[in-house]
Structures are given as structure tokens and as C-alpha cells.
């Protein structure tokens, strides 16, 4: 919202990530300082407000432990890798597909191919091979991470542009020449689920400003 809080509670988002709309879906420069400076100081008055507000935090402690422990075994699983895949091909073949297939210029053939691609490069993301090194300054198992999700936002990209039938802004649909206010005046929501993305929409509030 307005004051950065999120779904989850004690989790505040400001900038490109958050998304308030401020200029319409676009990605400019300027909107990345407009969210930051001021929906960034928003967030953190709000969340200092709603901490004064519930007194002393509670221990999480255990909850953080279990989550470290976590995190400490998907990096030692990566580390010492069962499979084969190479995450330079994967990443390699995930560029590919988007440049060719979910561009500035889209049609529902060239869409539905890339979700196909990209769903079947997440299955192979399961099988990588070993990044050795350990975890001080390994760059290919940093790079491997950040590939998860690289596959993750692909897939949501993909989605969102197959079921929006309407050019808008820099995005051209050529089935879908004109921009479709009527139907498609709503953000593109994705949620996280085990089986893959759940798509929903939110409405756009078009204020004066």
C-alpha cells in the first residue's frame, strides 16, 4: 500500500519492487527515485509507528534459526550438486528465448513456445552440477541463485503477456493492436505457490495526479 506494508505482516517494500503505480507500468528513472525517496521514507515512518504501536517485539528466534538452517542446506545441496546442468547453458538458453519470443513485439505463438522453454529450463534448474569454491566470493554459485530466480520472473513475465490480449505502453500484442481500457485496465499480480505462479489482477486507481 501507500505506506509500503505488504500482504505479510512486518514486511515493508519500497521501490521498483513495491509497484504503487505512481506513473502507470512503465520503468523510468525517474519513478525508481520518486518510489525510493518517498514511498522509501514512507515505509520506514510506518514501520516504526506500527512497532511503537505493538510494544516489544516479540522472539522470533527460533523461527530465524529454522529459516538460516534452511537457506544453509539448499547452499551446501548447490555446493556439492547431484546433477549435470550447467547454469551458464541454462541461463544462456533462458536469454534466448525471452529476446526472441517475449519482446517488445509479441503474438501468442512466440508466448506460449517461450513458457514451454522456460518451464522446461526450471525442470532442468533441479539437476545442476556442482559449484565448487565454497561461499566466499563464488561467483558461479552466486550466479546460480540469482538464476532461480531469473527462471521464476521469466515464467511470470511470460504468463502475464499471454493472457494480456491488448498492446499497451511499449508492449505491442500484433493479434491485440489497440490498448483495451475496458478489460485490461488492472495490474498483473503473481503469487507463489509450489506448482508454479498464481496470476491475479488488482485494479488501476487513476487519481489527479
Not at 117 to 144: A, F, H, I
Request: charged residues 30%; hydrophobic residues 35%; contains cysteine.
Amino acid at each position: 500500500n501507500l505506506s509500503g506494508e505488504t500482504e505479510i505482516k512486518g514486511i515493508y517494500a519500497a521501490g521498483e519492487c513495491a509497484c504503487v503505480s505512481v506513473h502507470g507500468a512503465n520503468r523510468l528513472g525517474g519513478n525508481s527515485l520518486l518510489d525510493c525517496i518517498v514511498y522509501g521514507k514512507r515505509a520506514g515512518e510506518k514501520a516504526v509507528s506500527n512497532l511503537k504501536e505493538e510494544g516489544e517485539a516479540k522472539n522470533n528466534s527460533p523461527l530465524l534459526e529454522k529459516s538460516l538452517e534452511k537457506v544453509k542446506g539448499r547452499l551446501k545441496a548447490m555446493l556439492d550438486g547431484q546433477g549435470k546442468e550447467d547454469p551458464s547453458v541454462i541461463r544462456d538458453s533462458l536469454r534466448s528465448t525471452m529476446f526472441r519470443n517475449v519482446g517488445i513485439f509479441r503474438e501468442k505463438a512466440a508466448l506460449a513456445e517461450a513458457l514451454d522453454e522456460v518451464r522446461t529450463l526450471k525442470e532442468r534448474y533441479k539437476s545442476l552440477r556442482p559449484s565448487p569454491g565454497g561461499t566466499v566470493y563464488n561467483l558461479d554459485l552466486m550466479r546460480s541463485l540469482e538464476l532461480e530466480g531469473q527462471l521464476e520472473i521469466a515464467e511470470i513475465i511470460t504468463m502475464g503477456a499471454l493472457a494480456r490480449e491488448e498492446s499497451r505502453g511499449s508492449h505491442y500484442r500484433r493479434e491485440f493492436a489497440q490498448r483495451d481500457d475496458i478489460n485490461w485496465l488492472k495490474h498483473t499480480m503473481a503469487r507463489y505457490s509450489g506448482k508454479g505462479p498464481i496470476i491475479s489482477y488488482s485494479p488501476v486507481r487513476i487519481t489527479k495526479w
